[in-house]
């Protein structure tokens, strides 16, 4: 990459106040694990379609049947999404409210590591986020005050309780459609959706500070791959949803991969929600390492001192 994640990055605001804290954080977490599992009830409302309304679908198209059972869709599709074991983007762009055409350099390596990188043009650096096999970090350039946000993998669900987090930043895979179904998990599903194309599994989870949430996946029957993932309250009130925008094949390696994600979070930012979308540009695939340490060690930004947020 250009500056291939070294250190040096303004992109939303933070406060000392919690709440204010917690609403900016939001989407940045969900950029983490954004799994957005991007990220109703197990009786209450179906999530619906969220695609747009296409022709029937051909059965040779498909590579799921509206019959395929769950252990055959787990399969297939954790097939394809382990696939890619890491990625790195040095093109990727990042658009939303109030963020426009912001350059993002994308990294990951299974199951563990993360890095993203947002800068602009005239700007700079914008953005640093990165994850870990110990710790997680966010810095933004404009963060009053200033600060490198940190939390331990292992407090995280302190992090969670103190600042009222709602998504857990392990799930950045889901959000950006190469995460893999739990096969242990107690699935209701699948069913398909009305388009045709899609079929639903949905879980019910406990967060760490004991809320109730459902995880409702979107599986492409034409890919057989993640299409959305999407988070509800135990109100069966929608908290997340990541979605797969195109899906391309990869020239190298010949994997179908998303090529698009778009992210909304409809409760925040006080209720006006929140929505931007990432395009991942030319990636490479499976070339990275563990190893890499300029990637995956916390950089350190002068005049922003480190913040442990399991302590605040």
């Not at 939001?26 to 983490?32: A, E, G, K, R, T």
């Not at 093109?91 to 912001?102: I, S």
């Not at 650096?125 to 939390?151: F, H, Q, S, T």
């Not at 034409?222 to 020239?251: G, T, W």
């Amino acid at each position: 990459m250009n500056h291939y994640f070294h250190h040096s990055a303004k992109f939303v605001f933070l406060s000392p106040d919690k709440q204010k804290t917690r609403t900016a954080l939001f989407p940045l977490l969900l950029v983490f694990g954004l799994s957005l599992t991007l990220f109703s009830g197990m009786s209450g409302c179906r999530s619906g379609n969220p695609f747009t309304k296409a022709g029937k679908p051909s059965a040779q198209t498909m590579v799921l049947s509206t019959q395929a059972t769950l252990p055959e869709i787990i399969q297939r599709v954790n097939q394809n999404v382990l696939r890619v074991d890491s990625f790195v983007t040095k093109n990727a762009t990042l658009n939303g409210e109030g963020v426009f055409n912001l350059k993002g350099e994308i990294a990951f390596k299974r199951p563990n590591y993360f890095r993203l990188i947002g800068s602009h043009a005239v700007t700079g650096m914008e953005l640093d986020i990165g994850r870990n096999a110990d710790v997680m970090w966010m810095w933004v350039g404009k963060a009053e005050p200033k600060a490198m946000y940190y939390c331990r993998n292992s407090d995280y669900p302190k992090c969670e309780s103190e600042l009222n987090l709602s998504i857990n930043p392990a799930w950045i895979l889901d959000a950006m459609g190469f995460g893999i179904l739990d096969p242990t998990a107690p699935y209701e599903g699948p069913t398909p959706t009305d388009d045709g194309r899609h079929l639903e599994l949905r879980v019910r989870e406990t967060t760490s500070s004991g809320e109730i949430q459902t995880k409702v996946f979107v599986i492409s029957r034409e890919h057989a791959m993640p299409a959305a993932v999407r988070i509800y309250d135990r109100f069966n009130s929608l908290i997340a949803d990541a979605r797969v925008k195109s899906f391309r094949q990869d020239s190298a390696t010949g994997n179908t991969i998303p090529a698009a994600v778009e992210i909304s979070c409809p409760k925040e930012n006080q209720g006006r929600g929140m929505k931007f979308s990432i395009h991942y540009g030319s990636p490479t695939l499976n070339q990275l390492e563990a190893a890499s340490s300029h990637l995956w060690t916390m950089p350190e930004y002068p005049g922003y001192p480190p913040v442990n947020m399991a302590q605040h």
